[in-house]
């Protein structure tokens, strides 16, 4: 898989806000699918589908545990969406900085 594709996992899994709910739900901890699904009005399979797109994104990893399912965070996917936007953010400010200085010796 490219890192474009990888990116667009990551960015699109993050796109969804029940994601974003699981994924900051894991923040505090591990947790059995079960537990990640009780707060939502969807089904377990609904859930289930969720938790499928993270883990394709690498967002979040799947161990078990007898019959459980447990889940956790995988901060290295995040942190490369992480650098992808701060490396966008740079590019931006560099042409921002570029056109003030160019604004800036016009006036004079």
């Given at each position: 898989m490219s890192d474009a594709s990888k990116l667009d996992n990551?960015?699109?899994a993050l796109a969804d806000p029940t994601r974003r709910a699981i994924l900051l739900?894991?923040?505090r901890g591990d947790a059995r699918v079960t537990d990640l699904a009780a707060p939502f009005a969807i089904s377990l399979n609904s859930v289930?589908?969720?938790i499928r797109i993270l883990e394709r994104a690498r967002l979040i990893e799947r161990?078990?545990?007898g019959r459980e399912h447990v889940?956790?965070?995988n901060l290295r996917a995040l942190n490369e969406a992480a650098a992808w936007i701060e490396?966008?953010?740079a590019k931006?400010?560099?042409r921002i900085d570029?056109?003030?200085k160019a604004l800036d010796e016009e006036e004079s």
């Open positions: 990551i960015l699109g739900r894991l923040s289930s589908k969720h161990r078990r545990l889940l956790s965070r490396t966008l953010q931006w400010h560099s570029r056109l003030e």
